[in-house]
T-cell receptor, first 112, second 116 residues
């Protein structure tokens, strides 16, 4: 009965490959997010979707493409992976009007 | 500029002592929210406490309290009676307006280590 789940937990891949990270929330929230945490632990928002509509798109390379098939899912697809993409990626969700964002367990991406 | 600043990269505290983690913020919004999250070594992000900009009383959640000083733009986290399990990274964060929505920005974090 995990609230926000991400798969996979670990992802090791070669430069130039394309990979996806999946996120699902069973909280009935209408807003979902992707964050990137770098090696210095700095956490920065990448994207936010509200009811399947993109509402926040920070200055992220267009190799990153979020996809929200329904409001319970927000997947992150990354094309042509680069060394600098190595990080922990967190999915989160929240409900409009409420304060807390619930985070997934994170996906540690390592690009070799 | 909208910004969260945590000036303590690391802190060591003796078990059972109280600890204050500093956080200052900068925003031109009148309505905003302040959060603290805990990230233990296992990596998950755990919500601790929230303070709204219009809340007159400081937020408290168990051993956690948020010392909100609006004029000074500070939102320090106070942990009373620290425990070994409190050893973790702590992030201060702020919800700000972003177009027609809102987003959360995070500080750089403070690594807290509790000594037995």
């Amino acid at each position: 009965d995990t609230a926000v789940s991400q798969t996979p937990k670990y992802l090791v891949t070669q430069m130039g490959n394309d990979k996806s990270i999946k996120c699902e929330q069973n909280l009935g929230h209408d807003t979902m997010y992707w964050y990137k945490q770098d090696s210095k632990k700095f956490l920065k928002i990448m994207f936010s979707y509200n009811n399947k509509e993109l509402i926040i798109n920070e200055t992220v390379p267009n190799r990153f493409s979020p996809k929200s098939p329904d409001k319970a899912h927000l997947n992150l697809h990354i094309n042509s992976l680069e060394l600098g993409d190595s990080a922990v990626y967190f999915c989160a969700s929240s409900q409009a009007g409420e304060n807390e964002q619930f985070f997934g367990p994170g996906t540690r991406l390592t690009v070799l | 500029a909208q910004k969260i600043t945590q000036t303590q990269p690391g802190m060591f505290v003796q078990e059972k002592e109280a600890v204050t983690l500093d956080c200052t913020y900068d925003t031109s919004d009148q309505s905003y929210g302040l959060f603290w999250y805990k990230q233990p070594s296992s990596g998950e992000m755990i919500f601790l406490i929230y303070q709204g900009s219009y809340d007159e009383q400081n937020a408290t959640e168990g051993r956690y309290s948020l010392n909100f000083q609006k004029a000074r733009k500070s939102a320090n986290l106070v942990i009373s009676a620290s425990q070994l399990g409190d050893s973790a990274m702590y992030f201060c964060a702020m919800r700000i307006r972003y177009s027609s929505a809102s987003k959360i920005i995070f500080g750089s974090g403070t690594r807290l280590s509790i000594r037995p």
